[in-house]
């Protein structure tokens, strides 16, 4: 049981280039969701989903995109990357049912550079 | 939305001590409030957590009161030791929406 797993775990980009950062979990939770943790500061919620094909928007989704085509993975899509877009990535996920929801769990996190 | 106030942003202790953070939301809708610590360069880890049906959950050195008159919860962490030493979030959330994070707040435990 891996849990949630990220890759890359380190990146740099250009300015304009344009990525994805993949995450997958194994624990067949239905709920996943994308952070960007900032030095000092919190956690930003950038997209999340509660299952395939569902998909939202979070506090700071522009520039960002997502899709969930299977329960395990959610990958995030850098369109045009800017460096205001530096920052740590953490995508995480949890259980949930009818009235009843689980704490997320974190992948080890993406550091992205972009220059 | 929910909007979740987390008090105070850093926190000294001498080892031993006690250290309480505070966190206020504002729907509430939520009822499910989970407490996170985040060590250098790591990821977020639950430590605690608590339902909105419940007013007080204990885990060794560590509790969670929640007031949902007041719409506030509170981490209390006794018998303080170096490697309490992080970073401490916060979270509110209605099941199945998003989560909502407190700031944060940096604990340093000073031997």
């Known amino acids: 049981n891996a849990g949630v797993t990220q890759t890359p775990k380190f990146q740099v980009l250009k300015t304009g280039q344009s990525m994805t950062l993949q995450c997958a979990q194994d624990m067949n939770h239905e709920y996943m969701s994308w952070y960007r943790q900032d030095p000092g500061m919190g956690l930003r919620l950038i997209h999340y989903s509660v299952g395939a094909g569902i998909t939202d928007q979070g506090e700071v989704p522009n520039g960002y995109n997502v899709s969930r085509s299977t329960t395990e993975d959610f990958p995030l899509r850098l369109l045009s990357a800017a460096p205001s877009q530096t920052s740590v990535y953490f995508c995480?996920?949890?259980?949930?049912?009818?009235?009843?929801?689980?704490?997320?769990?974190f992948g080890p996190g993406t550091r992205l550079l972009v220059l | 939305g929910e909007n979740v106030e987390q008090h105070p942003s850093t926190l000294s202790v001498q080892e031993g001590d006690s250290a309480v953070i505070k966190c206020t939301y504002s729907d509430s809708a939520s009822n499910y409030f989970p407490w996170y610590k985040q060590e250098l360069g790591k990821r977020p880890q639950l430590i605690i957590d608590?339902?909105?049906?419940?007013g007080e959950k204990k885990d060794q050195r560590i509790a969670v009161t929640l007031n949902k008159t007041a719409k506030h919860f509170s981490l209390h962490i006794t018998e303080t030791q170096p490697e309490d030493s992080a970073v401490y979030f916060c979270?509110?959330?209605?099941?199945?929406?998003?989560?909502?994070f407190g700031t944060g707040t940096s604990l340093t435990v000073i031997p």
């Open positions: 608590i339902r909105s049906n419940v």
């Open positions: 995480a996920s949890s259980y949930y049912a009818s009235g009843f929801q689980e704490t997320q769990y």
């Open positions: 979270a509110a959330t209605l099941t199945g929406n998003q989560f909502y």
